[in-house]
Structures are given as C-alpha cells and as structure tokens.
C-alpha cells in the first residue's frame, strides 16, 4: 500500500513540473503572438505617420509655390522640403524592412516555441500511461 501511495505522489510531483513547464510555453507562445501584431501594427502606423509628412509637405509646397522664380531663398526651401520627402521615404522603406526582419525572428521563435510545446505534452502524456500502468 505506501508503494502505491509514493507512486501516486511522484506521479503527482512530475505531473506537476511538467504542467508548469507547459504553462509557461504557452505563455511564452501567447507573448510572441502579442508582439508579432505589436510590431505589425508599430511598422503599419509609423508608415501612415510618415505618408502624412510628405503630404503636409506636398500641400504646403503646392499651396507656396512661387509666383515669380526669382526667390532664390524660397527655391531653396523647396528643395530642402522635397529633400525631407526623400529621407521620409528611405526611412519608411528601411521601417518596412525591419518590420519584416523582426517579425521573421518573432516567427521563428513561436515556431520553435510551439515545437517544443508539442514535444513536451507528447512526452508528458507517454509518461502519464507509464505511470498508470
């Protein structure tokens, strides 16, 4: 009879370990999917912010445009606003690629995650039925 009741205690203490090493994968699973539509939606509003930059640029440029071409200083304005269209732009477009870099990396990681959250429960519940047996 004690044999059956240490059996039942170690099955109690390894189910134990093994359900909070599965918890916390699947926390951690939880937490990659917050930060993937964390990043994506960081990357999609910083585009939109910058889109605006250039078309508040693009209005005041138009709405500015001079009448006589002989304002030298206002020729110069305009070229340093449209230099800040293009700098916008090369920034947008760098976002996008990094956006796309840290959300492969977060993939990855959640597919790993997952992997081993799938070995884990496979390994727990072959214990299980050696432990009942």
């Known amino acids: 009879m004690e044999n059956h009741t240490n ?4 099955s109690q203490e390894i189910d ?5 090493k599965l918890d916390s994968l699947q926390n951690n699973i939880e937490e990659l999917k917050n930060m993937i539509k964390e990043r994506n939606t960081l990357g999609q509003n910083f585009i939109k912010e910058g889109e605006s930059m250039k078309a508040n640029i693009k209005t005041f ?6 009448e006589g071409e002989g304002d030298s200083e206002f020729a110069r304005e305009r070229s340093e606003l449209r230099k800040k269209q293009i700098e ?14 840290d959300i492969a990396l ?23 039925k050696i432990l009942k047996e």
């Open 7 to 10: 059996t039942r205690n170690t």
């Open 16 to 20: 134990s370990v093994g359900r909070a």
């Open 106 to 128: 977060l993939k990855k990681e959640f597919r790993e995650n997952i992997k081993e959250l799938n070995e884990k429960k496979s390994r727990a519940d072959m214990l299980e």
């Open 61 to 66: 440029l138009i709405e500015n445009s001079p």
């Open 88 to 101: 916008i732009s090369e920034l947008q477009l760098n976002e996008k690629i990094n956006c796309w870099r």
